[in-house]
């Protein structure tokens, strides 16, 4: 098992639905995006115990929910039990999707690409492409170098920092971001404030927002 297995299956254990039952606020632009693009399939990476699957479900979507701690997947295939919702669930990591090439419409990232290592993040942006049909589209929400949180903690790698003992997360300056993500067509990149709600206390923090098609 690897150090983050470790630390989000302790955490799910032990605080059980982190952010609450609701979607985040770009979650619904997200699937009003999917929407106009004619998406039927939503990966969604990272998915923890799918408070996005399920807003997606409910939206009509096929939703494929994808994350590497076993404990948040008991808990999303039990709330999807519980809700009657239809939506897969796959145990393994961003850097090699359980999934066929080219068969994914549209992917929601929130807040996954910027816990992994430089390497890492390589591997699950090609992994998105892959994964992405022709004209697919991505939307993701990522930690910006203007958060509140970025430099505090210990410095792991350049821009990564820990703050939380065992869980560092990269704060994206614009540049890296669009560099990351070259291999695709970058239509919005831009700052937004949003508020997490962390089971009645909440804090805001920048994100960048990315939508990114891929083309043909
Ligand atoms: C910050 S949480 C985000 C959860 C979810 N996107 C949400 O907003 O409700 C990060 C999630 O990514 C998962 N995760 C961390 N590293 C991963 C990796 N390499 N591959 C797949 N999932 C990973 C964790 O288990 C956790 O559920």
């Not at 549209?106 to 690409?113: M, S, T």
């Not at 022709?134 to 792991?156: K, M, N, P, R």
């Not at 350049?158 to 990351?180: M, N």
Request: net charge negative; glycine share 10%; with cysteine.
């Amino acid at each position: 098992m690897t150090a983050e297995q470790t630390y989000w299956d302790k955490r799910f254990a032990d605080e059980g639905e982190l952010w609450g039952k609701a979607p985040s606020p770009s979650a619904e632009r997200a699937a009003r995006l999917f929407a106009v693009w004619e998406a039927h399939s939503v990966l969604v990476p990272g998915c923890a115990y799918g408070r996005h699957c399920a807003h997606f479900a409910h939206h009509g979507f096929h939703v494929v929910g994808v994350d590497n701690s076993s404990v948040a997947l008991e808990m999303a295939r039990r709330i999807a039990a519980d809700e009657g919702l239809a939506v897969d669930y796959m145990l393994g990591p961003a850097t090699k999707l359980p999934l066929d090439s080219g068969g994914t419409d549209a992917i929601y990232d929130r807040a996954l690409l910027h816990l992994l290592n430089a390497a890492d993040r390589e591997r699950a942006v090609a992994e998105y492409f892959r994964v992405l049909r022709t004209d697919g589209i991505l939307y993701a929400t990522y930690f910006s170098d203007q958060d509140a949180e970025c430099g505090h903690g210990v410095e792991v790698e350049p821009g990564t920092f820990d703050a939380k003992h065992g869980r560092p997360a990269h704060f994206f300056s614009e540049g890296e971001l669009r560099e990351q993500f070259a291999g695709f067509h970058v239509s919005v990149l831009r700052l937004i404030s949003e508020t997490e709600d962390h089971g009645g206390t909440t804090h805001d923090h920048v994100f960048w927002e990315l939508i990114a098609e891929k083309e043909g």
